[in-house]
């Protein structure tokens, strides 16, 4: 499962921009700033392989990062993030269907979400649309160091109204695993999910 080298490869703002289907790829997935870029960064153990900001929005386009000359990590602009300008707004019904339907090489989808708040309406729609595709989903909750967050429940708290919510609408729960780009928790346990999913 170790990371030995990543390369950015390219940056394309159409799914029939990206690279040709020649690896496994995995697609980080979820709300602007829940945290998709400073993942990628974390799993890596680089500070700026993809650019983070505290401002939503930041990733704008779809972004493939070469590891280990072997598979792809797919950073992706974020959803939900409604004021963002009309130009730099992805169409994501046409985006959707572009990238997430048309890869064979996708893996699996980490689908990122923000622990130290409660679960958002935009997430679950999201958790049931890949879901009703059929495409490998594997929960990722982001900021779980945030435990002190004064007000508000606690990420273990909104994790557990979140999984209550899976529960009732599926039939099989997909993995989850609790991280943070801060201190690295989780870390070494997603990038074994990952090896596994891979199959090396
Ligand atoms: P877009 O590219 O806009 O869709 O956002 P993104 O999902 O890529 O988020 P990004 O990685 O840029 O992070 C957004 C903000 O959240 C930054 O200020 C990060 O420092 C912060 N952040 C990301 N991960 C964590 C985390 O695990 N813990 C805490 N406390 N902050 C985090
Ligand atoms: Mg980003």
């Excluded at 170790?2 to 390369?7: F, H, Q």
């Excluded at 289907?21 to 829940?34: C, K, M, Q, Y």
């Excluded at 996708?106 to 958790?127: G, R």
């Excluded at 009732?168 to 991280?179: A, G, H, K, L, S």
């Amino acid at each position: 499962a170790k990371i030995k080298e990543v390369e950015f490869v390219k940056s394309s703002a159409r799914a029939k921009d990206c690279p040709k289907h020649d690896r496994p790829e995995f697609a980080i997935l979820g709300r602007s700033n829940v945290g998709k870029s400073s993942l990628i960064n974390a799993l890596v153990r680089k500070k700026d392989v993809a650019l983070t900001s505290k401002k939503p929005g930041k990733t704008k386009l779809i972004n493939h990062f070469l590891v280990n000359k072997s598979w792809y990590f797919v950073d992706l602009p974020g959803y939900g993030f409604a004021k963002a300008p009309e130009a730099a707004r992805m169409d994501w019904s046409a985006f959707t269907k572009g990238f997430f339907l048309n890869r064979d090489t996708l893996v699996a989808v980490l689908l990122l979400v923000d622990a130290s708040v409660p679960p958002q309406k935009i997430d679950l729609d999201c958790a049931n649309w890949l879901g009703r595709n059929n495409i490998p989903m594997t929960f990722v909750f982001t900021k779980c160091d945030k435990m002190k967050a004064g007000k508000g429940k606690r990420p273990d708290e909104n994790l557990r109204d979140f999984q209550q919510f899976i529960r009732e609408n599926y039939r099989e729960q997909p993995p989850w695993i609790m991280t943070s780009s801060v201190t690295g928790f989780g870390r070494d346990e997603l990038l074994l999910h990952m090896s596994q999913l891979r199959n090396y």
